[in-house]
């Protein structure tokens, strides 16, 4: 929720795609902390309705931000584009509700950008029974095909919720499935924006000089595995999760039992002897990266040693599911989503 990753693609919708540019924008402090407030505030799909007022001025500023920021852009890059992906801010997710709210009004943003918006990715696969996420498998095996790793690999991306995508062969669309398996950066975050003036724990150097309490970690790591298999959940939102099992700690003690913790259920997932390749801010997270690592016994690859900036993965990946969108292509499938049949997604608003 820090500001807006931006990129300008071009692609078939297919086996091809080219990047043109790609620019980060970040929020002001005021809009990151109306986000954050609105976001935590949002406990329950109720709130959706009693904070509706709320959620409808911080849309706004979110929407005339998103617009300033393509404009923008389209100066810079001087290219004419066809139309815009617009995934907006994410602050409720309830695979069961079948509800995924993102903040972002893309009739607004198309009025403003005088250009066609294409919006909403998520609900049309949660209507035809799927979990509204991961929808970025798609796009990571189009990149394992451009950058021609040998199969089979895991992709890996630790944003806030971690989710891997396994690609297995090329020979057809059930070939590869993906799945959230956890917290990635969201308990870390959270704690540090709560015990310290920071936002994140930059390289993980305030969990490396912290103690890991192993009896808290112990007992939080059977509460949350017996939690997992009583709800059977197969998308997370960061609402579940919290921070209590880390209260009365220090900032550093906390963060690292947090990242240990983290490390532990991502590790849980992650397959032996195959090419794994990492996305997502997480990434940067050394510590985070070491302690998985260790576990596994595997060296992580980052995204970035394939020649592409891990930073706008999923700016690109929602660019080339407008793409998909538009040509009434499929973005989700019954082994990503569990969607009942291969589906389109986003809905079109024509300037």
Same mark, same amino acid.
Request: with cysteine; glycine share 8%; hydrophobic share 35%.
């Given at each position: 929720?820090?500001?807006?990753?931006?990129?300008?693609?071009?692609?078939?919708?297919?086996?091809?795609?080219?990047?043109?540019?790609?620019?980060?924008?970040?929020?002001?402090?005021?809009?990151?902390?109306?986000?954050?407030?609105?976001?935590?505030?949002?406990?329950?799909?109720?709130?959706?309705?009693?904070?509706?007022?709320?959620?409808?001025?911080?849309?706004?500023?979110?929407?005339?931000?998103?617009?300033?920021?393509?404009?923008?852009?389209?100066?810079?890059?001087?290219?004419?584009?066809?139309?815009?992906?617009?995934?907006?801010?994410?602050?409720?997710?309830?695979?069961?509700?079948?509800?995924?709210?993102?903040?972002?009004?893309?009739?607004?943003?198309?009025?403003?950008?005088?250009?066609?918006?294409?919006?909403?990715?998520?609900?049309?696969?949660?209507?035809?029974?799927? =979990? %509204?996420?991961?929808?970025?498998? *798609?796009?990571?095996?189009?990149? +394992?095909?451009?950058? !021609?790793? &040998? $199969?089979?690999?895991?992709?890996?991306?630790?944003?806030?919720?971690?989710?891997?995508?396994?690609?297995?062969?090329?020979?057809?669309?059930?070939?590869?499935?993906?799945?959230?398996?956890?917290?990635?950066?969201?308990?870390?975050?959270?704690?540090?924006?709560?015990?310290?003036?920071?936002?994140?724990?930059?390289?993980?150097?305030?969990?490396? =000089? %912290?103690?890991?309490?192993?009896? *808290?970690?112990?007992?939080?790591? +059977?509460?949350?595995? !017996?939690? &997992? $298999?009583?709800?059977?959940?197969?998308?997370?939102?960061?609402?579940?999760?919290?921070?209590?099992?880390?209260?009365?700690?220090?900032?550093?003690?906390?963060?690292?039992?947090?990242?240990?913790?983290?490390?532990?259920?991502?590790?849980?997932?992650?397959?032996?002897?195959?090419?794994?390749?990492?996305?997502?801010?997480?990434?940067?997270?050394?510590?985070?990266?070491?302690?998985?690592?260790?576990?596994?016994?595997?060296?992580?690859?980052?995204?970035?040693?394939?020649?592409?900036?891990?930073?706008?993965?999923?700016?690109?990946?929602?660019?080339?599911?407008?793409?998909?969108?538009?040509?009434?292509?499929?973005?989700?499938?019954?082994?990503?989503?569990?969607?009942?049949?291969?589906?389109?997604?986003?809905?079109?608003?024509?300037?």
């Amino acid at each position: 929720m820090d500001g807006v990753d931006a990129s300008i693609i071009q692609s078939d919708g297919e086996t091809k795609y080219n990047v043109i540019i790609d620019k980060y924008f970040k929020y002001s402090q005021s809009i990151f902390r109306d986000l954050t407030r609105i976001r935590d505030k949002i406990k329950k799909s109720k709130d959706l309705k009693k904070f509706s007022g709320e959620i409808k001025n911080i849309e706004k500023k979110i929407t005339l931000f998103h617009a300033e920021a393509v404009n923008k852009l389209l100066k810079k890059s001087k290219v004419n584009i066809d139309f815009i992906g617009f995934h907006g801010q994410t602050i409720y997710h309830n695979e069961k509700e079948k509800i995924s709210k993102q903040l972002g009004d893309g009739k607004l943003l198309s009025k403003l950008t005088k250009k066609t918006v294409v919006y909403n990715f998520r609900q049309n696969d949660l209507k035809y029974g799927g =979990s %509204g996420a991961p929808l970025t498998p *798609i796009f990571h095996r189009l990149i +394992i095909d451009k950058c !021609k790793i &040998k $199969l089979p690999v895991t992709i890996l991306n630790l944003g806030g919720i971690a989710n891997i995508t396994n690609i297995k062969n090329k020979k057809s669309m059930d070939c590869f499935n993906s799945s959230d398996i956890g917290p990635g950066n969201c308990l870390i975050d959270m704690w540090i924006r709560k015990n310290s003036k920071k936002n994140y724990d930059t390289n993980g150097l305030i969990a490396k =000089s %912290g103690k890991i309490e192993k009896i *808290i970690l112990k007992k939080t790591l +059977i509460q949350y595995k !017996k939690k &997992k $298999l009583d709800e059977q959940k197969t998308t997370y939102d960061i609402k579940d999760f919290d921070l209590s099992f880390a209260h009365g700690l220090s900032l550093e003690d906390g963060a690292a039992t947090i990242t240990e913790y983290t490390s532990n259920i991502l590790s849980d997932y992650l397959p032996n002897n195959v090419t794994i390749i990492v996305c997502g801010g997480g990434r940067k997270n050394k510590f985070l990266i070491k302690r998985i690592e260790e576990k596994i016994k595997t060296k992580l690859k980052l995204i970035d040693n394939l020649g592409i900036d891990g930073d706008f993965i999923e700016s690109q990946a929602f660019a080339y599911l407008s793409i998909r969108s538009y040509l009434k292509l499929p973005i989700s499938f019954p082994s990503t989503t569990g969607v009942s049949k291969p589906c389109t997604g986003g809905v079109i608003i024509k300037n």
